[in-house]
Nanobody, 116 residues
Framework: QVQLVESGGGLVQPGGSLRLSCAASRSIFSFLRMGWYRQAPGKQRELVAIITKIGTTNYADSVKGRFSISRDNAKNTVYLQMNSLKPEDTAVYYC??????????WGQGTQVTVSS
């Protein structure tokens, strides 16, 4: 089992920045993949960014060049740095981890609202 605790969401003006954190209850060193998804009202949950065990990253086209995912194995934490935020980035953001094939865990979600 893995418990995930997300933090860092909130209200920000367009063009602003936020950093989301997702702390895991045990070592993430061997986790195959960690990532962030988001779900806006009335829409399906979508991939935002992922980072693999060896540090390979992948981003949704809509956030490339603005968002950056990273992981700190010493702190058992994955981060999502979000810059140049737009109103369309407004959503609930969920942390997702895949420790091994067949195991998937989700965080409880953190709200990000981009509005003036």
């Amino acid at each position: 089992q893995v418990q995930l605790v997300e933090s860092g969401g909130g209200l920000v003006q367009p063009g602003g920045s936020l950093r989301l954190s997702c702390a895991a209850s045990r070592s993430i060193f061997s986790f195959l993949r960690m990532g962030w998804y988001r779900q806006a009202p009335g829409k399906q949950r979508e991939l935002v960014a992922i980072i693999t065990k060896i540090g390979t990253t992948n981003y949704a086209d809509s956030v490339k060049g603005r968002f950056s995912i990273s992981r700190d194995n010493a702190k058992n934490t994955v981060y999502l740095q979000m810059n140049s935020l737009k109103p369309e980035d407004t959503a609930v953001y969920y942390c997702n981890v895949v420790p091994d094939p067949g195991s998937v865990y989700w965080g409880q979600g953190t709200q990000v609202t981009v509005s003036s």
